[in-house]
Antibody, heavy 118, light 110 residues
Framework: EVQLVESGGGLVQPGGSLRLSCAASGFTFSDYSMNWVRQAPGKGLEWVSYITSSSSTIYYAESVKGRFTISRDNAKNSLYLQMNSLRDEDTAMYYC???????????WGQGTLVTVSS | QSMLTQPPSASGTPGQRVTISCSGGSSNIGTNGVHWYQQLPGTAPKLLMYNYNQRPSGVPDRFSGSKSGTSASLAISGLQSEDEADYYCAAWDDSLNGRLFGGGTKVTVL
């Protein structure tokens, strides 16, 4: 059974940092691209970042470029999101999602909540 | 363009057909696959349709998708109470090098 389990969320002050993790199981992690997608409370979905299976190609949303860094460790079946210089508007549930055909995402984790507040 | 355009709400009675539209541009829907996600209250999104009309395994054939030019649509036939959810369209944008989501459509079963 495919499982994605996010962790690392919490309360952080503006300007602070957090590192999110996504533990993958039930599939060959190294064969799939991955994404981070976030959802602010009561709002819609916002794509954050994308990484190919070999980490050769990485993309970021303009809203996080220069502040967030996506990475993965295929030996550990894990995806990461390093978030620096956090702002109030980064407050959201953060989901990791597996890449599927045509840039869709077929499996999603349950999410980890990041709250940026003083 | 930072977001695809969806109506904020749609509704129908059980058994009816409901259609949700998604409008974009030449660099996203006009060029790339369109996908639809269903998000039930308090849960993670679920892939409902990929490449505008392909259903993942387990998705009922009551759900269908179409695309024309820079717009796409999701249709729910035989509406059921368990279809009450938020629905999001998405597509990769070649100009932004990123994925765009629509603002979401809340479907209510009356």
């Amino acid at each position: 059974e495919v499982q994605l389990v996010e962790s690392g969320g919490g309360l952080v002050q503006p300007g602070g940092s957090l590192r999110l993790s996504c533990a993958a199981s039930g599939f060959t992690f190294s064969d799939y691209s991955m994404n981070w997608v976030r959802q602010a409370p009561g709002k819609g979905l916002e794509w954050v970042s994308y990484i190919t299976s070999s980490s050769s190609t990485i993309y970021y949303a303009e809203s996080v470029k220069g502040r967030f860094t996506i990475s993965r460790d295929n030996a550990k079946n894990s995806l990461y999101l390093q978030m620096n210089s956090l702002r109030d508007e980064d407050t959201a549930m953060y989901y990791c999602a597996r890449g599927y055909y045509y840039d869709s995402s077929d499996y999603w984790g349950q999410g980890t909540l990041v709250t940026v507040s003083s | 363009q930072s977001m695809l355009t969806q109506p904020p709400s749609a509704s129908g009675t059980p058994g009816q057909r409901v259609t949700i539209s998604c409008s974009g541009g030449s660099s996203n829907i006009g060029t790339n696959g369109v996908h639809w996600y269903q998000q039930l209250p308090g849960t993670a999104p679920k892939l409902l349709m990929y490449n505008y009309n392909q259903r993942p395994s387990g998705v009922p054939d009551r759900f269908s998708g179409s695309k024309s030019g820079t717009s796409a649509s999701l249709a729910i036939s035989g509406l059921q109470s368990e279809d009450e959810a938020d629905y999001y369209c998405a597509a990769w944008d070649d100009s932004l090098n990123g994925r765009l989501f629509g603002g979401g459509t809340k479907v209510t079963v009356l």
